[in-house]
Structures are given as structure tokens and as C-alpha cells.
DNA sequence: AGGGTTAGTTACTTTTCGTAACCATAGGGT
DNA sequence: ACCCTATGGTTACGAAAAGTAACTAACCCT
């Protein structure tokens, strides 16, 4: 069957691949240059170009150049990225009510 | 750096772990057995159960048992699961929102 | 004993991740 | 002209996770 909404579908499959919840987090606070997110989150250099690249394939992610010295990249959010704060905000009140400190520092399994 | 809330960090890495928000979805319509999700949802035996298990072990879904012929199993959300929806719910608005029919047709590039 | 029914598990291949080392561009210093 | 530095990536490769299909366990029925 699945007759789920492909919409739907799409939209899970684009904000749950690893580590793009994070980086929308940080870019809801103001754009953020390459280095800064690098330095920011868990994530290597690798990840973050390839995730970089699909949000801004999907639009989510606006990237803007300006050439200083030395050249500065910025990425922002578009409309339609900025219209996942509520998901965000949702998922950090959900953090807060039910994630226990203990769940968090716990050994694996 | 990586100064992100660790709580905030853990929901998700969970929520947005790969299939965990369509089972989500399919579970907040009621209780379900795994025939029935293994048939509603694009994923195989194999991560339904492993997918199942985390939930389980994190506290979001419970497994109910029915001794009948044949065994029944049925997985419904604890109260940690059900504060979910309104992540879930906030996913779909923006899916109506954001997401056109070309972007889910179109070939993946 | 043999077969049907649900709920998984195992074995194996393909894809994605994670880490570290490397490359490209461009301005500045000497 | 030459090298140095800074930013923003890319490449290479071993490890982990996902995908697929076939198999198993428990239980009742005939």
C-alpha cells in the first residue's frame, strides 16, 4: 500500500537526513558563514558542503558571496526555509519537556 | 565549539533518524500492528523492527501483546510520543505549504 | 504431521557516513 | 616573481547503516 501524501513524504525525507535539523537550528539565528557552521556543529567540512548543496537544490538555503578579502560565503535561509522555524521550536519544546539530562549523557546501550 | 543545548541535540538525532517520522505519522492515527505499517509505509521488515525497537527503548512507542490466534502485537505512542504531533503536524502544514507536485515527481537529479 | 498466519531475523549487497589529508582561489608581503 | 596565509571547499578510503530477499519461531487448525 503506503499511501501516504508524497508531499509529506518529501518534506520528511528532506528534514529528517542527518544533521539537516541542526544546521537549519543555526541558520534560524542570522546567515552563518561555512567556517562558522564548521566550527559550530558536529559535522565535518564534507557533510556540511553536501547538505549545503541539497538545501540550496531545495531551496531552503540561499548562498551569497561577497568578494572581500578574503572571500566571504554566507548561507541564509529563503521564505521557505524560514518557514521550518515552527518545526524547529516545536522539536526544542519537545527537547525540553520529555529529554532527560540522563538520556543525554548515558552510554549508547 | 559545538555549543548546542545537548537535550535539543538528542531529540534530534532521533526524530530525524531515517523513517522514524513517517512511523511516527502512521502511529498517531492509533494503535498498529507491524503487518499493518510494514504495508502503510515505504520500509522494510528489517528497519521497522529495528526502528521500533529505538522508539521503544527512548520512551516514545509501547508494545502491547495479545495472546489470540494469531499473536497480535500492536505498537501505539506512550506520552512522550503523542507530544509529538504537533512536530509532525507543523511537517505537513509546511509540506501543504512549500512542497509542489513537480518537486516530488521529478527525477532526483 | 503438514500447512497457514503473524512477527519478526539472518545473510548479503549497495549506499551513505566519518575522518583526515589534500586542493583552489585570491590577496599581501618582500 | 615568489611564497605565505585565509577561506571554502574536495578527494580518498575504511566503517557504518540501509535495502532486499529468503528464512525462522510460535501457535493453532485440519
Known amino acids: 500500500m503506503n499511501d501516504l501524501c ?3 513524504e ?13 544546521i537549519l ?3 534560524l539565528n542570522g546567515a552563518k558563514r561555512f567556517s562558522e557552521m564548521e566550527a559550530g556543529l558536529p559535522i565535518s567540512g564534507r557533510l556540511l558542503s553536501d547538505r549545503l548543496k541539497l538545501l540550496e537544490k531545495e531551496g531552503i ?6 568578494s572581500e578579502f ?3 560565503i554566507e ?9 521550518l522555524e515552527p518545526v ?3 522539536i526544542q519544546d519537545w527537547a525540553h519537556d520529555w529529554i532527560t539530562m540522563q538520556e543525554v549523557t548515558e552510554p549508547k546501550a
Chains 1, 2 share one sequence.
Open 75 to 83: 548561507y541564509s535561509l529563503s521564505e521557505k526555509g524560514k518557514a
Open 70 to 72: 578574503p572571500v566571504r
Open 6 to 8: 508524497p508531499r509529506f
Open 88 to 90: 524547529i521550536k516545536d
Open 61 to 66: 538555503v540561499k548562498r551569497n558571496i561577497y
Open 10 to 22: 518529501k518534506a520528511m525525507e528532506i528534514i529528517s537526513k542527518r544533521w539537516v535539523g541542526l
Open 25 to 27: 537550528f543555526e541558520l
